[in-house]
């Protein structure tokens, strides 16, 4: 959520769940701007539901694999630059 759209403007935070005919949200999970995780369950459907970053109940994520992984496949090339 983030309720800022421009020089000096912003939006109400809300955020609105279109759930067809559910009649509740079985889990929500919230990933907060400190970077923790926060899992909320049976969110009745109709009702304005108020939450907040706290530390009960938050899940630290793991840390993320790297995606690259060095090469041997160039060994030898380095790359200069000129003075």
Known sequence: LSPSRGFMSCNEPL???G???ATEVDGLTITWPSGTVQKVGQLGAGKLHTIEEEEAGVVR???????LEASTIFGGIA?????
Do not use: N, S
């Open 15 to 17: 955020i609105h769940l």
């Open 79 to 83: 790359h200069l630059e000129r003075p």
């Open 19 to 21: 759930l067809g005919e």
């Open 61 to 67: 994520p793991a840390p993320a694999r790297p995606r």
